[in-house]
T-cell receptor, first 116, second 109 residues
Framework: GAGVSQSPSNKVTEKGKDVELRCDPISGHTALYWYRQSLGQGLEFLIYFQGNSAPDKSGLPSDRFSAERTGGSVSTLTIQRTQQEDSAVYLC??????????????FGDGTRLSIL | SQKIEQNSEALNIQEGKTATLTCNYTNYSPAYLQWYRQDPGRGPVFLLLIRENEKEKRKERLKVTFDTTLKQSLFHITASQPADSATYLCALRDDKIIFGKGTRLHILP
């Protein structure tokens, strides 16, 4: 199992609840990215980690969204007080390098989040 | 404003023909451009990368061109097969990596 792993694969929750999405990147990949993909839309960048720090969190849509990464490995994206517009597929990707390096990104299959 | 555009409509190509997908961008000066394939319910999979100083890159039946004057990349699949049916995304890196919305390709048997 050398790929990027995301859990859960599907999450259905009620509006106003908090959700936590998990990403296990490929071992040794220092860069980790979170994206959001809505139906018929492109990938919307949310946040980028290099190691445990997040030099670019400019894509987080509101202060209800936060993310952390520990041990240079697993990352968690948390959405507080979920709203219906948060419904989307949340994708995680990792790569060997970050910043301006031209390393391809390796994606997980995403978490499909549905807010009722 | 910065934009990256791909054909929004689905592209239908007869099996065996060459499929050509377009990626146009404005107000960027990317160091490189990447192409990914995405199947329904799956994450994107990296296919090819082309640098700003490269005109063309090939990998098996795939060919990518990059024209920094026209601000355009073309993605070709030769001898197309039904298994090539998917959504194809282009992505470029300026200060961060930006993805297009993708073009759905259908190869008709």
């Amino acid at each position: 199992g050398a790929g990027v792993s995301q859990s859960p694969s599907n999450k259905v929750t009620e509006k106003g609840k908090d959700v936590e999405l998990r990403c296990d990147p490929i071992s040794g990949h220092t860069a980790l990215y979170w994206y959001r993909q809505s139906l018929g839309q492109g990938l919307e960048f949310l946040i980028y980690f290099q190691g445990n720090s997040a030099p670019d969190k400019s894509g987080l849509p509101s202060d209800r969204f936060s993310a952390e990464r520990t041990g240079g490995s697993v990352s968690t994206l948390t959405i507080q007080r979920t709203q219906q517009e948060d419904s989307a597929v949340y994708l995680c990707a990792s790569s060997l390098g970050g910043g301006r390096e031209n390393q391809p990104q390796h994606f997980g299959d995403g978490t499909r989040l549905s807010i009722l | 404003s910065q934009k990256i555009e791909q054909n929004s409509e689905a592209l239908n190509i007869q099996e065996g023909k060459t499929a050509t997908l377009t990626c146009n961008y404005t107000n960027y000066s990317p160091a490189y451009l990447q192409w990914y394939r995405q199947d329904p319910g799956r994450g994107p999979v990296f296919l090819l990368l082309i640098r700003e100083n490269e005109k063309e890159k090939r990998k098996e039946r795939l060919k990518v061109t990059f024209d920094t004057t026209l601000k355009q990349s073309l993605f070709h699949i030769t001898a197309s097969q039904p298994a090539d049916s998917a959504t194809y995304l282009c992505a470029l890196r300026d200060d961060k990596i930006i993805f297009g919305k993708g073009t759905r390709l259908h190869i008709l048997p």
